[in-house]
């Protein structure tokens, strides 16, 4: 499915993605949803409440996090997949750095390919996109946090790279969905910047761009918050990425974020 025709779900309305984590480890919701019973009546309730896309992941990207084999995240990922895409409840997005369960998730029927590697990582995924069709989206990342960094000069020069790699690998630039990949790799003021950097990527690139602030710990680090506490802050946070362009939020909190979209679209057209 094109990045064009999953925005065009809604028309104009932005999307809500929700999360499904299927790991042990997740920072917020780790072990709680894994296996295909938990995964696919989290993903049902979600839709109910009002999610656009799903997302689904096996392998925590959690600051300190250890990765695992492409056999292990197959493991803990197939049957949650399965169930999911035998309801087809939604659109589904596979959380993955690795070509192999890209490859294996779109033959399922995953409309969605979130790397959060941004084509930096396994040099074989963007193939997968371009061979399947499948919707992909780009995660800017750094290694570390440089307080001298100009973030916005570096996601430009980060998505160029990028966008270079998939047009070589043949991917449809339309299928193509931009993240600012707030929290990775960046200082607090830059996750600040992150957010809110919809309007400047689309100026440049002229995608759409997915944001996921989610309970992130520039969140906590505002408000004192723990995990567990940072609804009202996710809330802020991700209405002013929509104010900024943003098309797509990645959420934990479905119910709590279509209330706010609608009424923040009210406001708007008002």
Known sequence: MAAKNVLARSGAK??????????????????????????LLRAKKMVEEGADLIDIGAESTRPGFTPISAEAEWARLEAPLAAILRENIAPVSVDT???EIARRAVALGAAIINDVSGLHGDPAL????AESGAALVVMHHCAEADPARDILEDMRAFFARALARAEQAGVRRENIILDPGVGFGKTFEQNL????????????????????LSRKRFIGAITG?????RLAGTLAADLAALHAGADILRVHDVAEHADAIKVWSALVRA
């Open 14 to 39: 932005p999307l809500i993605m929700g999360i499904v984590n299927v790991t042990p480890d997740s920072f917020s919701d780790g072990g709680l949803f894994a296996g295909a019973d938990a995964a």
């Open 126 to 129: 963007a193939e997968v996109s």
């Open 97 to 99: 750095t690795k070509a």
């Open 193 to 212: 910047v992150a957010a809110t950097s919809a309007g400047a990527l689309k100026k440049i690139f002229g995608l759409p761009v997915l944001v996921g």
């Open 225 to 229: 918050a723990p995990v567990e506490r």
